[in-house]
T-cell receptor
Framework: AQKVTQAQTEISVVEKEDVTLDCVYETRDTTYYLFWYKQPPSGELVFLIRRNSFDEQNEISGRYSWNFQKSTSSFNFTITASQVVDSAVYFCALSDGFSGGYNKLIFGAGTRLAVHP | DAGVTQSPTHLIKTRGQQVTLRCSPKSGHDTVSWYQQALGQGPQFIFQYYEEEERQRGNFPDRFSGHQFPNYSSELNVNALLLGDSALYLC?????????????FGPGTRLTVL
């Protein structure tokens, strides 16, 4: 069965600190996709990144970076120099590799990040 | 280009009642998925509709049913509401054309069951 674990329930940091959100996944599929979504207080899930199981290259987008390690089944998300606007709940998600729009997402429980001025 | 829209924004019902939530997918999308997000938890997959048929279903009872219309919009119906059905209901749309297709989420409908 597929499963996503986000062990950190809440993280509190002061602005400009770096913060890493952990994500560990379980799947028997050889082809799968991993995601990170941001959910601000408004409730809408905002897509941040998708990574497929064959691409273990780390990715950086501005202050955001992602570290994917198949050996440890982890897909961690780091925010550098955090800002108050980064305060939100962040979800890691997993889907199987079947394409065509049929992919259901399996979400972790989320990590609530609070960035204080 | 309008994104995914959902209505209503908020809804209050009492136990035993029935509720219908609505979703309009992003332009060009033909697949609609529904998720339930209880307070403090991650979204859980309810079901997915494509070509007006239910294609996949999560671990939800038959009280949860849906429909997709020819214009790809969708409804989620919940019968015999329980207190535990209180949650944010998220709709996501995607397209079956192309390779991997992202799911775009709407703002959700917050359902409160009293």
């Amino acid at each position: 069965a597929q499963k996503v674990t986000q062990a950190q329930t809440e993280i509190s940091v002061v602005e400009k600190e770096d913060v890493t959100l952990d994500c560990v996944y379980e799947t028997r599929d050889t082809t799968y996709y991993l995601f990170w979504y941001k959910q601000p207080p408004s409730g809408e899930l905002v897509f941040l990144i998708r990574r497929n199981s064959f691409d273990e290259q780390n990715e950086i987008s501005g202050r955001y970076s992602w570290n994917f390690q198949k050996s440890t089944s982890s897909f961690n998300f780091t925010i550098t120099a955090s800002q108050v606007v980064d305060s939100a709940v962040y979800f890691c998600a997993l889907s199987d590799g079947f394409s065509g729009g049929y992919n259901k997402l399996i979400f972790g429980a989320g990590t609530r990040l609070a960035v204080h001025p | 280009d309008a994104g995914v829209t959902q209505s209503p924004t908020h809804l209050i019902k009492t136990r035993g009642q029935q509720v219908t939530l609505r979703c309009s997918p992003k332009s060009g999308h033909d697949t609609v998925s529904w998720y339930q997000q209880a307070l403090g938890q991650g979204p859980q997959f309810i079901f997915q509709y494509y070509e007006e048929e239910e294609r996949q279903r999560g671990n939800f009872p038959d009280r949860f049913s849906g429909h997709q219309f020819p214009n790809y919009s969708s409804e989620l119906n919940v019968n015999a509401l329980l207190l535990g059905d209180s949650a944010l209901y998220l709709c996501a749309s995607s397209s079956t054309s192309g390779t991997y297709n992202e799911q775009f989420f709407g703002p959700g409908t917050r359902l409160t069951v009293l």
